[in-house]
C-alpha cells in the first residue's frame, strides 16, 4: 500500500455513458498525476496538477475528459461520452515537493466500457 | 507515446537465477526509474538513477545507466517466486516532470 487510493477499482460502463474516478493521494503531496494504462502497454500521462492547479494536459486528453482537484487535495478524473476505446486503467500518482521524485501510484481504476 | 523499449518484453527463470532486463530511451533525460507493477494493480517504485551516476544498488537491485548510448540496465539478483511482476523504466522529464514509461518486461519466476 503506497499511501495512494482511488475510488473505484472497477468500473463498467456502457458506450456513452459518463464516468468519474476519484483519487486520494498522500496528504502532503503537492503534485498529482494521472495516466492511462492499456493492456501490455506502460501507462501514458494525462494531466498533472500542482496543488490545485491544472497545469499540463497531454494531447491523449481529449475534450471529454476533465480533471480537477479542489482544494489541492483530492482529484477526480471524468469522461463524458465513454467510448469503447476509452476502456483503461486509469491510474492516480502523487509526489512530494519540485524535485525529480519517484512516485507514489494508486491501485488504479480499471474501465471496462461495453 | 512511449519513451523507451525493455528487452526483452518476457523473461522466465528459475527461483534462485539472476534477471537481466534491459530498457532503451530517445532523448536526453534528468533521470530514470524503475516500477514493477503486479497483475492488475498500481506500480511500486523500486530505484532511481540519475543522469551522472552510472550504478546504483538497493538490496537485491543492480541498476546501471549509460548516457551515451541511452539504456539502462535492472538485475535482479538470487530471484523469489514474489519478484513475478512486469517491470518497467521510466524516465522523468518534461515541464510537468511527468514519468514516460517503456513498454515493460514480464518477468516470471518459477518455483
Known amino acids: 500500500d503506497t499511501g495512494v487510493s482511488q475510488d473505484p477499482r472497477h468500473k463498467i460502463t456502457k458506450r456513452g455513458q459518463n464516468v468519474t474516478f476519484r483519487c486520494d493521494p498522500i496528504?502532503?503531496?503537492?503534485?498529482l498525476y494521472w495516466y492511462r494504462q492499456t493492456l501490455g502497454q506502460g501507462p501514458e500521462f494525462l494531466t498533472y496538477?500542482?496543488?490545485?492547479?491544472?497545469?499540463?494536459k497531454s494531447r491523449l486528453l481529449s475534450d471529454r475528459f476533465s480533471a480537477e482537484r479542489p482544494k489541492g487535495s483530492f482529484s477526480t478524473l471524468e469522461i463524458q461520452r465513454t467510448e469503447q476505446g476509452d476502456s483503461a486503467m486509469y491510474l492516480c500518482a502523487s509526489v512530494e515537493g519540485g524535485g525529480p521524485y519517484e512516485q507514489y501510484f494508486g491501485p488504479g481504476t480499471r474501465l471496462t466500457v461495453t | 507515446s512511449q519513451q523507451g523499449e525493455e528487452d526483452p518484453q518476457a523473461l522466465s527463470i528459475q527461483e534462485g537465477e539472476n534477471a537481466t532486463m534491459n530498457c532503451s530511451y530517445k532523448?536526453?533525460?534528468?533521470?530514470l526509474q524503475w516500477y514493477r507493477q503486479n497483475s492488475g494493480r498500481g506500480l511500486v517504485h523500486l530505484i532511481l538513477?540519475?543522469?551522472?551516476?552510472r550504478e546504483k544498488h538497493s538490496g537485491r537491485l543492480r541498476v546501471t545507466l549509460d548516457t551515451s548510448k541511452k539504456s539502462s540496465s535492472l538485475l535482479i539478483t538470487a530471484s523469489r517466486a514474489a519478484d513475478t511482476a512486469s517491470y518497467f523504466c521510466a524516465t522523468g522529464g518534461g515541464s510537468a516532470r511527468q514519468l514516460t514509461f517503456g513498454s515493460g518486461t514480464q518477468l516470471t519466476v518459477l518455483p
Open positions: 532523448t536526453s533525460i534528468n533521470n
Open positions: 496528504s502532503e503531496h503537492n503534485r
Open positions: 496538477f500542482q496543488n490545485e492547479a491544472q497545469l499540463e
Open positions: 538513477i540519475r543522469s551522472n551516476e
